[in-house]
């Protein structure tokens, strides 16, 4: 009777455990899982394709905007002989929509930026180094801030586009760049950061001799160049309403 006792009290001690255990992995599967959510980046451009998966583009770790299951990608795509910027949204891994056609001259366009408040206010950065023929950037400025990249060629100017998040379409956009102080002409500018407040948004760039004001003219400034510039932009990105950088006016 005693080893009878035993026995009983030690496979009730396994049932015990079995049933922990069942409850642990239960719990473990309905866990829920935490939404990841990702309002600004800006870094390196990739390159990509529409034809791509979502898990191949995701290996390049470039720039990504990300509300729960939903994620937007911005990168180029490399042709022949010059570089075309492309967006790319996916929704529970399945692709949504891909734009591959803002920028399809000879310019070597990429984007490299992305803002996204996880519901309809989505604008990316993208970058141009002269206008050529075809369709650009500038069918969608008319009417903004600035509608062209201006005189020259060869320096990085930023676009900053606001995009439809529900299928890429560009709804107006405007081009952000330096201008020469001496001859006019346009000179480089680099996005780094972005906000927006529900009206305004707000753009932090690293700018090369000199920045613009809100009229589009060059500030005065002393220093060396490049420079740290803040402006602050109307959503239609019809006005810049502030601008300022170090040592410069």
Partial sequence: MIYSGKLHKYFAGIS??????????LTQKTAPVLAETINTSIGDSVTFS???????????NGPK??????????????????????????NNGIKAWCRNDYETTNDDGTGYGLYWNGSDVLYGIYSSTGSQTGNDFRRFASGRWLPSYGNGGGPKAA????????????????????KKSDS????????????????NLTVKATSWWTPRNTYTNSMYCSGSSPYQYTAAFTGDLRTMTSASASTCR
Wanted: hydrophobic residues 40%; glycine residues 6%.
């Fill in 50 to 60: 529409c034809n791509d998966s979502e898990a191949t583009i995701a290996a390049k």
């Fill in 159 to 178: 676009v900053i586009a606001r995009i439809n998040p529900d299928n890429g379409q560009v709804d107006y956009a405007t081009f952000f760049s330096s």
């Fill in 184 to 199: 006019g002409q346009t000179n480089s500018l680099l996005v780094n950061y972005l906000s927006w407040n529900g009206t």
């Fill in 65 to 90: 905007v990300v509300n729960g299951t939903a994620r937007i990608y911005i990168g180029y795509q490399q042709l022949s002989n010059n570089k075309n910027p492309v967006t790319i949204r996916f």
């Fill in 16 to 25: 015990l455990s079995v049933i922990l255990v069942s409850d642990l992995v």
